[in-house]
């Protein structure tokens, strides 16, 4: 069992953030901590199953001080079963990361950083509106190795209008310059919700033009030894071997793979979505909703078919591939589905991985990935 806990506060807003965040809230932090314990207590008494992994998301996690993680911690441990290889993350700001609170949420149990770098171009930071400065980097990052971190990802965003091949390749480089075994490249999007979205006269150029990004961003951590294992995704000395399935220490997001292979996972905290069986349930988004009433739900019910429509469209992303009896739950006419794999197949779009128990359809190209699951989701 996967579980997600959701830290709503932020210093500031970035401009493409369309996330569930507030900012100048800081007055409301001990009723909401207070809020998420009874949530966390409530959702997990009702859980047999062992947690393998636990995310702390937001907002910005690290704008909490330690003292609050004491508490949330001790509610986790109380009302379940942790398991002792349980990857335990959070997200992270740079301007906010320092020594002490990285030695103390690493006591907590905690043994993985994701920090939200964004970039180490000054005006591409100012564009995206994040409150860092570049030169302040690669000392804050150090902190979590110098606390004892030995997991650490960060965020790069691209296909911004300020990019170009030297600004990638100067973000990617000081990146893995960086102690880091995991850096996720995420190619800019203007959500709803987002102020760019509401400003979209920042942007001179067709942002969709500039997707050609990605696969040099690719090219240029294959070559460091950082292999994609999903979209957006790359780890360490990840590389697929023989049996298709990570090698060794992998340092692959246990829990976003847990999400992108169907798994069940209990969300906590304002906005947090969970699924546990056909029920998608998600909390009071709103601050003063949620601390009224943590433990109500808002619950959406899913057919068999939708859960397989999105493990289709989940697995696909993803270097491991989909499973073909998800397939072959989803097609009611088995004829008609294996034209469709075939000439998927046949079109070099597709291969398939073979394991003992299990065949999967794996996309040739990932960033053709929706695409294809949109195609074949289409003729189901």
Not at 13 to 42: P, Q
Not at 223 to 233: D, H, I
Not at 313 to 331: I, P, Q, Y
Request: include cysteine; hydrophobic fraction near 40%.
């Amino acid at each position: 069992m996967l579980l997600y806990i959701h830290i709503p506060f932020c210093s500031s807003k970035c401009g493409y953030c369309a996330f569930n965040s507030f900012v100048d809230r800081e007055g409301e932090i001990e009723a909401y901590v207070r809020a998420l314990r009874e949530d966390i207590r409530n959702s997990l008494r009702g859980n047999t199953q062992s947690i393998t992994s636990i995310f702390f998301g937001g907002g910005t996690p690290n704008f909490l001080d330690s003292k609050y993680y004491d508490e949330i911690f001790e509610s986790i441990y109380t009302n379940a079963s942790v398991a002792k290889d349980c990857e335990i993350s959070l997200e992270c700001n740079v301007n906010l990361l320092n020594l002490a609170w990285c030695k103390d949420l690493l006591s907590l149990g905690a043994n993985r950083l994701s920090v939200g770098i964004q970039s180490f171009d000054e005006n591409k930071l100012a564009f995206l509106q994040r409150e860092h400065k570049a030169k302040d980097i690669a000392l804050n990052v150090e902190y979590a190795f110098s606390a004892g971190f030995k997991n650490v990802s960060c965020d790069l965003i691209t296909n911004t209008p300020l990019d170009s091949k030297k600004i990638v390749e100067a973000d990617i480089t000081n990146a893995l310059n960086l102690p880091i075994s995991h850096i996720s490249v995420y190619a800019l999007s203007i959500d709803e919700g987002s102020r760019f979205a509401l400003d979209s006269k920042r942007f001179s150029q067709d942002l969709e033009s500039k997707d050609d990004f990605c696969f040099f961003a690719r090219e240029l951590l294959e070559k460091a030894g950082f292999y994609q294992y999903e979209v957006s995704n790359y780890a360490k000395d990840s590389k697929l071997g023989a049996d298709s399935k990570p090698n060794g220490d992998s340092k692959q997001c246990k829990h976003n793979l847990g999400y992108w292979q169907g798994k069940e996972y209990i969300g906590c905290g304002a906005g947090a979505v969970g699924r546990l069986g056909n029920r998608r349930m998600k909390a009071y988004p709103q601050l003063v909703n949620y601390i009224k009433t943590p433990r109500k739900r808002l619950v959406e019910a899913l057919s068999q078919r939708d859960l397989c429509m999105e493990n289709i469209m989940l697995g696909l992303r993803c270097a491991m591939g989909v499973k073909m009896s998800v397939l072959e739950e989803l097609f009611i006419d088995k004829v008609a589905m294996e034209k469709h794999i075939g000439f998927l197949l046949s079109g070099g779009k597709c291969h398939i991985r073979k394991e003992k128990s299990e065949d999967f359809l794996v996309a040739n190209e990932l960033f053709l990935s929706d695409e294809i699951a949109l195609w074949l989701l289409a003729r189901a």
